[in-house]
């Protein structure tokens, strides 16, 4: 306990490197960035069919302006972050924010729907950068425990809002002002942030004194993993436009398979390696991300389908559509920023993580007896409300989880990591889920085709069921997590306030 004693306070003069008083700023700071790269997933897809409009695009063309953005955040994830720990989270944190603001102002002034993707490619790097280096720095600045649990608490609660708002501005931006304010919007508040960070985030010591140990940059590691997983998410798209088992999907899923071994022999190999594959034997780490990914791989198939269906079938419209979103946002607003962090501190993550995994699992099971006259408060509200509830008390968990047994100098690698799940649960859960509706579902070239209202339903209800699975896994994975170091710490840091 002495040992503890004597390593405990240097962390926290460390993470306070600047001062107590201007955590709030670098806490609102984080979360301000974190938000608007979360809103920037949905607020463009409101926006698309009128910028398809205006260059004469297909919906087939269109679908690269989301695609690019997705493709190169979850690319570039893992790379930030590492590229954080050893030169600086703050730097590389403001040279994305301001990269993402310069992309966004070009994006709204783009002549042609290529530079207009471009763009978007450079936001998606941006994102990255930000994003990796914002959850590190939130690490870094706040000491383990219930302070730092507060502060991911109020991180993903950024998350959540920042979905439901998207798909809200997106219709009103849309509406109002012409699609192209839909990235100029983020140009005033991406130079605020910037600003605002030069000044208020401390340089601190992690990066610094990391890189001072080895400033050596596993290259081919960093290109092999985000080439590998850019080709496994492409593939993943690939499949939803070309078929599951067509012979371009085959060669690309393959193509990505070989990349990513390629990159498992080169960190075996490497003595500075971008990802220690010792990291992942961790119990809390290689569980954080199972369910993570599981968690999101549902998630975002099932908020892809319910918009579908609520347009297709009820014939609502995309703000009505995202409107109805709305009651699920809020919920997971509130218990992913003001409960979920307070009853881990109180109960620990896995007591958390099983039950909000098991209410999404309910949720999804209630949303398969879906009909062509389902009523939105009689048989949707709940089932959605359930699964809000449930994603909002998991998300703070597992970054708690994700993150609470780093080492001093790993917060990029482990923030890098868990985003990366993240971000390739999304496509590989609407991947998945399309191909089990397709089974009921008459279909052309991998696209969803309504021969008959009564067959797209039965597909979605397959679906939902396929959704049900996945989070049941996801519960498997919560029970056998490991979390030891969590609960050392709630002692540790029990015992220094105290004394």
Known sequence: MQRQRSTSPTTITTANAGSSSQLPVVLALITLAQFMIVVDFTIVQVALPSIGREFGVSINGLQWVVTAYGLTLAGFLMLSG????????????IMGILLFSLASLI???????????????????????????????????????????????VFSAATG??????????????ATLGWRWVFDINVPVGVIVFLL????????????????????LDIFGAVSVTAGLMLLVYSLSSAQNIGLGSLQTLELFLLSAVVLVAFLLIEYRSKAPLMPLGFLKRGSIFGANAVGLIQVAAFAAMVFILTNYLQQVRGYSAFSAGLAFIPMGVVFLV?????????????????ILIPGMVLQTIGYLLLSPISTTESYFGGLLIPTLLIGFGTGLGFTAINIAALGGTRRGEEGLASGLINTSRQIGGPIGLTILLTVANFGTS????????????????????AFLAASLLTGIG????????????????VVMSTIHKS
């Open 82 to 93: 590492r590229l954080g720990d050893l030169y600086g989270q703050k730097k590389l944190f």
């Open 107 to 153: 994006g709204g002034l783009a002549p042609s729907e290529v530079v207009l993707i471009l763009t978007r490619m450079a936001q998606g790097l941006g994102a990255a950068m930000a994003s990796a280096t914002g959850l590190s720095i939130l690490t870094s600045a706040f000491t383990e425990g219930k302070e730092r649990n507060r502060a991911l608490s």
């Open 161 to 174: 809002s920042g979905f439901a708002a998207g798909m809200i501005l997106g219709g009103v931006i849309t």
């Open 197 to 216: 960070s030069i000044k208020y985030i401390s340089t601190g010591t992690t990066g610094q004194a990391h890189a001072q140990k080895n400033k050596h």
């Open 335 to 351: 218990v992913s920023g003001f409960l979920s962090a307070r009853l881990v501190n109180r109960f620990g993550v896995k007591t």
């Open 443 to 462: 279909t052309s070239a991998g696209h969803l085709v309504v021969q008959s209202t009564q067959s797209m339903i039965i597909g979605f209800a397959y």
């Open 475 to 490: 519960i498997i994975f919560a029970v056998l997590l490991k979390h030891e170091k969590y609960n050392q710490a709630r």
